[in-house]
């Protein structure tokens, strides 16, 4: 099967993070035989990013992505042209439409037409692929990733109504997770929108041996950029912990604009010597955080997955993580402990409870149950039946 996969993000040289989730999902499925290519709408920071490694004299409208060490059997096209401001759809809408279409014929002119588009987001890939679908006839499968419904922030003119015509011309319509398929439902005029999750690389994030205690090791794994992840509750539940469990230390895996906050309320707290600020990493350093924690703590207030409370679920390594959207799909009491969100003496307790209870966490069950939901296997044959279904 040809799947053309449209991202509205997709992961960058200088940002190999940003939208990871989906390349995943396509090297998964060129990894299952299926000839896959990767349409992605215009984003700012990543003209940018070609302006400053190619001038502008190597800008166009779709450049073809050479960087990636897959090119050559996975092709990534890069649209520029057609990005405005997103808090402005009605103009929007249209450019993405105009410069989808033409980078989707230059797409086709070498590789030649899918079978079926694959879209990440209806803003704006979804949207895009619903347009496609139109004007040239292909299906349209839609995932759908975004917190922005289970935050309210479908609010801008015209969103809602490009949100219900582009659930409505994408059939089937999956979510990450049951909370954000309840969220979107008022978009889809009756219609079902079924749960798929992310995909989790159960080879590369395997067991190891537990680490040796003393000390403790919480780790909390995310971006510094987005204050729905909780730093604040998760610095101020640690303290807590702190004084009933000496021991007890906190690592940090992440960076971005609100380091400087996070910096400030462990001096604060008194939590200097420990709180450990590791940094952002790649894949590798993720889960050598992991394998080196007792537990791997999520503070969110929205989640609509929570990939890496499954990455360490994979690992064999228990959870803390607030009732958030996406944890209670798959955390499960052997795994680990669901505590409400915002609350700092709960989440104190949860934390509390892991080292009191270490020993009752069912590594084995955590890892299986990750590995029949959310592995490559897994998902590989809920995706190649919705691309049937489409097809069809």
């Known amino acids: 099967m040809h799947v053309l996969v449209v991202a509205s993000y997709y992961p960058t040289a200088e940002n190999p993070v940003t939208g990871i989730f989906i390349e995943t999902q396509a090297l998964m499925l060129h990894r299952a035989g299926h000839r896959v290519g990767v349409l992605v709408t215009p984003r700012l920071a990543a003209t940018r990013e070609t302006i400053r490694r190619d001038g502008l004299a190597g800008l166009k409208a779709v450049t073809r992505e050479t960087y990636f060490p897959y090119d050559a059997d996975m092709p990534v096209y890069r649209m520029h042209w057609g990005w405005f401001p997103r808090p402005l759809p009605p103009i929007v809408a249209p450019l993405t439409a105009s410069a989808g279409a033409a980078a989707y014929r230059q797409y086709v002119k070498s590789h030649g037409a899918p079978d079926v588009l694959f879209a990440h987001n209806v803003f704006y890939a979804g949207f895009l692929a619903a347009r496609l679908k139109r004007q040239f006839g292909v299906p349209a499968v839609l995932l759908e990733h975004s917190s922005s419904y289970r935050e309210g922030r479908v609010i801008f003119p015209g969103q809602g109504r490009i949100a219900r015509a582009t659930f409505a011309a994408c059939d089937p319509v999956m979510g990450v997770s049951t909370a954000l398929a309840r969220s979107i439902a008022p978009y889809l005029n009756g219609k079902t929108c079924t749960t798929l999750g992310n995909l989790v690389d159960t080879d590369f994030f395997a067991p190891t041996d537990p680490p040796p205690r003393p000390p403790v090791v919480f780790s909390w794994i995310a971006m510094f950029t987005q204050r729905v992840k909780r730093p604040d509750v ?7 912990v702190a004084e009933a469990a000496p021991d007890a230390r906190l690592h940090l895996r992440g960076d971005g604009f609100m380091r400087g906050e996070i910096e400030s309320q462990i001096a604060a707290l008194g939590l200097g010597d420990r709180v450990t600020l590791l940094g952002a990493s790649d894949l590798a350093g993720v889960r050598d955080t992991i ?10 207030d929205i989640e609509t997955f929570g990939l890496t409370l499954a990455e360490a679920m994979a690992c064999g390594v228990p959870v803390v993580a607030t009732r958030s959207g ?3 799909d798959f955390v499960t009491p052997d795994a680990g402990i669901l505590t409400p969100p915002g609350d700092p003496e709960a989440l104190a307790e949860s934390m509390l409870r892991i080292i009191r209870d270490y020993g009752r966490f069912d590594r084995t069950a955590a890892r299986n149950l990750i590995v029949e939901r959310f592995s490559e296997r897994a998902l590989i044959v809920r995706l190649e039946a919705a691309f049937q279904a489409a097809i069809q």
Do not use: D, T, Y
């Not at 394998?291 to 969110?300: D, K, Q």
């Open 291 to 300: 394998r080196a924690s007792h537990a791997v703590i999520s503070s969110s």
């Open 326 to 328: 996406g944890p209670e």
């Open 234 to 240: 998760l610095l101020k539940a640690f303290a807590r």
